[in-house]
């Protein structure tokens, strides 16, 4: 969250004084503004009202041209920056966004979101939304079909299909959110830490950006009408369009935290291919059994088939967690699984096989079938070890 500048970083400490008597005085100011947005019923007047007064709180909306805005749209389609950027398009139009994580109850509804009862799956809930966006006198949707923010500066996250199959015509909302001296959006952060951050800086900038509306093509689908809207998008913020969903959002912060809390795993910001060794602050601390032990503990969680044995002895030479799970399933370490299953139907290593053939002089001995590199997804690891038992058994028969 903070700057990796020295010269950002030295104003930051002589701006924190000020900074937190603002958020004193604005944490005051913001139970007005809730006080106001939840008595006045919602108009044009609202939004004005509580605009200026969001202004006092260091919130400042800014929108490229209204005219743009289709007033026959009902949904609403804008990339995920902050955790509250519907609360800043609602101040613009009206339009309501539904709760999809979370319990329902006064923070849902204290937040802006709309409630839509139980929806336990996605068709459930594209039901409801269609039953909602049937009735005119409901405001637009606003949908933020990334699931999950990210920081605006890279990429947007793949688009998921659900919201493109309510109604046929959406248009999109390009999003855009500048403050100094701090990051503005932060994986794994609540909505109340970004919130008194949000306090704590002068000011924070959301420029909106309104596109054209984007009709369906005749038997488009809905996966294809989202990758092109999310293309369209952007290309109007000037990122790339990726594949990386939520879930990989997700499954990404959850590594992180998993190697954080590793007895000895280093600081994340080191590079990836020194990741597994050990600091040089701790070389001298820990004993080198002990520090062997846990980096075999971690080869032995990816690969549980694998002897302890064979996993130090390699271990002592590479001195790395990612090489020896390399070497191990490039089968260029020879050990015999440990499983029961495994053990009565694979094959002796290659090296074992190259001495069998050795002493038996004529008798050709077919080669191992080679190891694919380590998956990165869970389903591709099975499959990966689903195709090495079947050519391990053809190997043993032969």
Known sequence: RFPTDGFLLLALLLYAPVGLCLLVLRLFIGVHVFLVSC??????????????????????????????????????????????????????????????????????????????????????????????????????????PEEAATNGRAGLLRFSSWPFSILDVVQPVALQVQRPLITVSVADSSWITELLWTFFVPFTVYQVRWMPSVPRRA????????????????????????????????EHMKRLRHTSFLPFAPASSQPQAARPRMPSSLTGVIP??????????????????????????????????????????????????????????????????????????????????????????PVERHLSLQERKRALYDYARR
């Not at 041209?65 to 289709?70: G, I």
């Not at 809905?222 to 939520?246: H, I, Y």
Request: net charge negative; proline share 6%; glycine share 6%.
């Open 219 to 250: 038997e488009e689908l809905s996966e294809d009408f989202a990758l092109r809207v999310q293309e369209l998008l952007a290309m109007e913020l000037g990122v790339v369009s990726t594949r990386l969903t939520a879930a990989d959002k997700a």
């Open 288 to 377: 080198e059994d002990m520090r062997i032990m846990a980096m075999a503990q971690q080869v032995k969680e990816v690969l549980p088939h694998v002897p302890l044995e064979a996993i130090r002895t390699d271990l002592a030479q590479t001195d790395s967690v990612d090489t020896t799970i390399a070497n191990l399933l490039e089968g260029r370490v020879p050990f015999f699984p440990e499983s029961n299953e495994a053990g009565a139907d694979v094959a002796p290593s290659t090296s074992q096989a190259a001495a069998a053939s050795g002493s038996q002089g004529a008798v050709a001995v077919p080669s191992k079938p080679a190891t694919k590199q380590f998956a990165k997804s």
């Open 39 to 144: 008595a006045l019923p919602d108009s044009v007047v609202r939004r004005f009202i509580v605009r200026v007064m969001c202004s006092v709180l260091g919130l400042f909306v800014r929108q490229n041209d209204p005219r743009l805005r289709d007033a026959s749209v009902r949904v609403y389609i804008a990339n995920h920056i902050t955790q509250f950027d519907h609360n800043v398009i609602s101040l613009l139009t009206s339009c309501n966004t539904p709760a999809l994580n979370g319990a329902p109850g006064f923070i849902c509804w204290s937040r802006g979101f709309m409630e839509l009862g139980a929806t336990g799956s996605r068709v459930e809930l594209v039901d409801s939304l269609k039953v909602y966006s049937s009735h005119r006198g409901n405001p637009p949707l606003l949908l933020f």
